[in-house]
């Protein structure tokens, strides 16, 4: 079974820093794009940052580029990330997903087939 599991959320306060991890497991982990995602309070889910198939690209949204990085460990089976700066607007449920149709990206989440469950981050002011 294909399955993803987030973790690393927590508290943190403006300015800090939390590294997230997904694991996954029952797939190959290079044949999938996996992406992180997150949805805040009466918000609608939103990519954050994503890593394409066979690792050749990594992409981040804008609200948070130059703070968060994605990386992924193969022997690990694990896909990281690493938020820096954080602000009160990053507070969220982080979820990571994943899908082998994609090559490359995509920020919509009805594209991809596996989810994990989230992970909650918040940053306090």
């Known amino acids: 079974d294909v399955q993803l599991q987030a973790s690393g959320g927590g508290l943190v306060q403006a300015g800090g820093s939390l590294t997230l991890s997904c694991a996954v497991s029952?797939?190959?982990?290079?044949?999938?794009?996996i992406g992180w995602f997150r949805q805040a309070p009466g918000k609608e889910r939103e990519g954050v940052a994503c890593?394409?198939?066979?690792?050749?690209?990594?992409y981040a949204v804008d609200s948070v580029k130059g703070r968060f990085t994605i990386t992924s460990d193969v022997a690990k089976n694990t896909v990281l990330l690493q938020m820096n700066n954080l602000k009160p607007d990053d507070t969220a449920v982080y979820y990571c997903?994943?899908?082998?149709?994609?090559?490359?990206?995509?920020?919509?989440?009805?594209?991809?087939?596996?989810w994990g469950r989230g992970t909650q981050v918040t940053v306090s002011s």
């Open positions: 997903a994943a899908d082998q149709r994609l090559y490359d990206c995509s920020w919509l989440p009805y594209e991809y087939n596996y």
């Open positions: 029952g797939f190959r982990f290079d044949d999938y794009a």
């Open positions: 890593i394409s198939k066979k690792d050749t690209k990594t």
